[in-house]
Every structure is written in C-alpha cells, then in structure tokens.
C-alpha cells in the first residue's frame, strides 16, 4: 500500500512537471514570436524610410513613409497570423474530434485573436523605434545617423532578448540580427539611391 501511494505520488509530481514545462515551452515560442515581429517591424521601417530619406531627403516624406510602412506592415502580419493560427486551431478541433474527446479544453488551443493582436503589438512597437529617432531630427544627415544608432540599439536588444527566450547563444544570436538588420538597411539605401538617380 505505502509502495502504492510513493508511486501514486511520484506520477503526479511527474504530470505537474511536464505540464509545468509543457506550459513554459509554449510562452516561450508565444514571447519569441513576439520579439521576430518586432525586429521585423523595426528594419522593414527602418529601411523604408533609409530608402526613401536616399531620394526625398525631406522629413515629412520619410516619416510619412515610415508610418505607412508601419501600418501595412502591422496588418500584414495580423492577417498572416490570423488564418495561420486559425488553421492550426481548426485542425486541432478536428484531431479532438476524431479521438472522440467531448471536453475541449479552450484554453489550451491556439488563439487567432491574441496571436494577431501580438503580432500588430510586436510589429508596431518595432517599427515605432526609427519614427520616434527620426521625428524630432531636421538635418538629413544627422537624422541618418540617429536612425541608424536607435535601429542598432534596438537590434541588439531585441536580439539578446530572442536568444534568451530561445536558450541561444546570446552573443551571436545578437551579432547576427544586428548584421542582418544592417544589410537589410543597407540594401535598401543603396538600391534606392541607384535607382532614384538613375531610373527616374
């Protein structure tokens, strides 16, 4: 008998553990895909308004470009994450189903609400850094420079930030999102100015 309950308690303690961790892994990947949304809203504003700043020097235009890179951006991703996050839930409801489950525990399946409103959170949050950093900057070379040091601020954070909540290396987790967020940038400037010069 007393074999019996050890037993007895040391499953439960094992069910309490992996749920415990069950739990945990899904926060974890719900807070990265959080911090992805935000570096991707960070440099595709950031070279938005790199790349048009190339051409249309002018404040208005690159801040203007900037937001709307930031709304376009943040329901793109609402509208991505909805119907992928809406099919994973439909196809859990249907593999529920077939295991004859009658209780459907809710809260356990996947949200398209909340994973679209996190993602146009996450999305704008990043986007707002290069809006913000250019806003109050009239000199077009030194607002330039701002954006870029406020972008490379933000790309390492955000890249900490992802490796922690990934169990990554920090240090190249960051070097990589910083290199990746400057090319991006980089690309765009680049290409734009060529073409603004030339093509136009």
Known sequence: MESYNVNNSLNIDMEKDQETAFDYSKRSQ?????????????????????GVGAVKPDVKTMILTGFAGLVAGACSMAIGEFVSVYSQYDIEVAQI????????EKEKLPNPMQAAAASVCAFSLGAAVPLLAAAFVKMYEMRIRVIVAAVTLALVMFGWLGAVLGKAPVVKSSVRVLIGGWLAMTVTYGLTRLFGSHGL
């Open 97 to 104: 189903k077939r295991e004859n489950t009658r209780d459907i």
């Open 30 to 50: 719900w807070l990265r895909a959080a911090v992805l949304g935000a570096i991707d809203g960070l440099v595709s504003a950031a070279s938005l308004m790199m």
